[in-house]
């Protein structure tokens, strides 16, 4: 069975104070690690897919990387803006399923 | 941005009342779902559609049916709701490259 498990619940950082969220999975043959950000009351927004070991994507503030076991999304001088819920999802190889994590409540204080 | 919309936005009906959500896309993408997103829980397949009246189930799927009988359109019904069926609803599409996108949600009480 493929599992998600996001790390830490909540995390508070200070403006401009650079941290990593972590995604740690098990899936039988990874054809995707999905990163997406959602805010209060809103649908959640696609950020990032990483599809093998080593692979990294940035985006403005935010970084994302893959080993075989987990990905981290690092966010480098955050801003108030960033704040958000932060979500991780796997999809197996010949499934279309995606399986998520329960997010990590990102807030960032002025 | 996959050009999709949900409604309705918000929904209250009471236990053992049949309710149905619909979804529609703009972008003819092939693969779409319905989840539902519960404090604790996170995002949970409900159905998902893999094409026009192929449907499959999710890991939450008792209680729920899907139909599909356009590209552009997926309903989920709720045959008859209970309280433990309240929760955010979302839809997605999926693209060619395996990216899901979802619409704003269809937040749903049943008293």
């Known amino acids: 069975e493929d599992q998600v498990t996001q790390s830490p619940e909540a995390l508070r950082l200070q403006e401009g104070e650079s941290s990593s969220l972590n995604c740690s999975y098990t899936?039988?043959?990874?054809?995707?690690l999905f990163w997406y950000r959602q805010d209060p009351g809103k649908g959640p927004e696609f950020l990032f897919t990483l599809y093998s070991a080593g692979e990294e994507k940035e985006k403005e503030r935010l970084k994302a990387t893959l080993t075989k076991k987990e990905s981290f999304l690092h966010i480098t001088a955050p801003k108030p803006e960033d704040s958000a819920t932060y979500l991780c999802a796997v999809q197996p190889g010949g499934n279309e399923k995606l399986t998520f994590g329960t997010g990590t409540r990102l807030t960032i204080i002025p | 941005d996959a050009g999709i919309t949900q409604s309705p936005r918000h929904k209250v009906t009471e236990t053992g009342t049949p309710v149905t959500l619909r979804c529609h896309q703009t972008?003819?993408?092939?693969?779409m779902y319905w989840y539902r997103q519960d404090p604790g829980h996170g995002l949970r397949l409900i159905h998902y559609s893999y094409g026009v009246k192929d449907t499959d189930k999710g890991e939450v799927s008792d209680g729920y049916s899907v139909s599909r009988s356009k590209t552009e359109d997926f309903l989920l019904t709720l045959e008859s709701a209970t309280s433990s069926q309240t929760s955010v609803y979302f839809c997605a599409t999926q693209t060619h490259s395996y990216e899901q996108y979802f619409g704003p949600g269809t937040r749903l009480t049943v008293t």
């Open positions: 899936v039988s043959g990874l054809r995707g």
């Open positions: 972008e003819n993408h092939r693969y």
